[in-house]
């Protein structure tokens, strides 16, 4: 975890700290998500990758609530998924389209994300 934000994929120290706070309060109340994975384990491999750390914090920051729910051996990844119970209010009523956006007629999304 870097403490600069050179890229924006990076997040602060402060940041990463309050990432791992959250996600471990997560992990030990739900242990039956993630049965003979061990919280130190997930922590010491999320700590070298910035852009998985970033991705989670996204997930957190739109509403979700990451958690951990398995393990790929032949990849040695831990594997996260979205657990909220619902669709989060920060990732609702999304457009990427122009072209989808100008279709809607009515009830048209009140964020816009568009890429060139």
């Known amino acids: 975890m870097r403490s600069t934000n050179s890229n924006k994929k990076n ?3 402060k940041q ?5 706070k959250i996600l471990k309060a997560r992990f030990d109340k739900n242990m039956h998500r993630h049965k003979g994975i061990e919280w130190n384990k997930v922590e010491t491999k999320m700590k070298k990758n910035n852009d998985k750390l970033w991705s989670l914090n996204e997930m957190e920051r739109t509403g979700g609530e990451p958690d951990v729910v398995g393990y790929d051996k032949k990849t040695s990844e831990y594997i996260f998924y979205d657990c909220s119970s619902e669709s989060p209010d920060g990732r609702r009523s999304l457009c990427y389209d122009v072209e989808a956006l100008a279709s809607r007629k009515e009830n ?4 816009c994300h568009f890429t060139r």
């Open 11 to 13: 997040l602060s120290l």
């Open 16 to 20: 990463g700290e309050e990432l791992f």
């Open 108 to 111: 048209k999304p009140k964020v």
